[in-house]
């Protein structure tokens, strides 16, 4: 029997990555986005979807009958109604392990470029100011380095322990904070000792706004937060004052909580600031990562149909 594939959100990956072949009889659709209104009609016949960022909730999985296995492009899963997906028999399977190296090196390029003011200096440049000293050195902005300093990394999976690595070839002393046993109390004082934050944990209950201005206001003025992991683990709004009214020292974040951004997005309002760098999601899309990437996904089908289920959720 041949099976129908629909990929909902092709356009998250570029068109240069290579998809190896699956070892089944099948048809492939790839839509390059998918509105929420049509949802329901691209996945009606569908045997296998795979979803980036769509969404599949009760409302739009129960027209998909013949649904059978649902193939994450990731590693989150928030996506899904998982609950829904158990009780009507339809395997979710998602991707492990796959971006650790390249979101580990994000992080410490931006934790690298902010503590070196990399940003600051281009404009001190830019605007011709090292051009009128007459010393050899423009010594206009504070510097700092990343040996002796204290990284704490908020999460302990595969990703939080790669960022460790690294930054102890840095000369930095590590902490690791479990969000699975969060607890208030220890949490206020693990952010208190820190020179550098990096977040590389999992969105939930536990940790949606886990960072807000009562957070901010216990850290260190030096700090220096790192976001890679999800947008609404820290409160937007309250990191955006705190940087204009130098609670902590400097931001690098990754991800927002919509995704892209509206543009009135509280980010914008702190753009041009040297100690704040925004990248658009991007710190685990290297080239390398992208098809590790899918190439794992057609191993995750090309498993399920062999009986031999892989990276099941």
């Known amino acids: 029997m041949k099976k129908s594939i629909v990929f909902l959100d092709s356009s998250t990956f570029p068109s240069n990555i290579l998809f190896p072949k699956l070892n089944f009889n099948h048809t492939w659709k790839n839509y390059k986005f998918t509105k929420k209104a049509e949802v329901k009609k691209r996945i ?6 795979v979803t980036n960022k769509i969404k599949l909730n009760k409302s739009n999985l129960k027209s998909a009958k013949a649904l059978e296995l649902i193939a994450i492009t990731a590693t989150g899963t928030n996506i899904i109604d998982l609950d829904y997906c158990k009780v009507n028999n339809i395997s979710v399977c998602n991707l492990r392990n796959y971006a650790s190296v390249s979101v580990a090196e994000h992080v410490l390029t931006l934790m690298l470029a902010l503590s070196k003011n990399i940003k600051g200096l281009e404009k001190d440049i830019n605007s011709k100011i090292w051009q009128k000293r007459k010393v050899f050195a423009l010594l206009s902005r504070e510097i700092n380095g990343l040996n002796g300093k204290t990284l704490g990394i908020i999460g302990k999976g595969s990703i939080g322990l790669k960022v460790g690595r690294l930054a102890k070839a840095f000369g930095m002393k590590i902490k690791f904070f479990s969000v699975r046993k969060y607890k208030k109390t220890e949490f206020k004082k693990f952010i208190s000792s820190l020179d550098y934050i990096s977040i590389n ?5 536990n940790t949606e706004n886990l960072i807000t201005m009562k957070e901010l206001k216990l850290m260190k003025k030096n700090l220096i937060l790192i976001n890679t992991a999800r947008g609404s683990i820290v409160n937007e709004v309250d990191l955006t004052k705190a940087l204009k009214k130098k609670i902590i020292a400097g931001a ?9 951004p509206n543009p009135s997005h509280t980010y914008y309002s702190i ?10 999601h991007t710190a685990w899309a290297t080239q390398e990562t992208l098809q590790d990437a899918i190439n794992q996904l057609i191993e995750n089908i090309n498993s399920f149909y062999k ?3 892989r ?3």
């Open 44 to 49: 009606k016949k569908a045997n296998i979807v």
């Open 271 to 280: 753009l041009n600031k040297s100690n704040f760098i925004w990248t658009p």
């Open 252 to 260: 690098g974040i990754d991800v927002t909580t919509a995704e892209p």
């Open 311 to 313: 990276n099941i959720v």
């Open 307 to 309: 009986g031999k289920k």
């Open 201 to 205: 944990c999992p969105l939930n209950r």
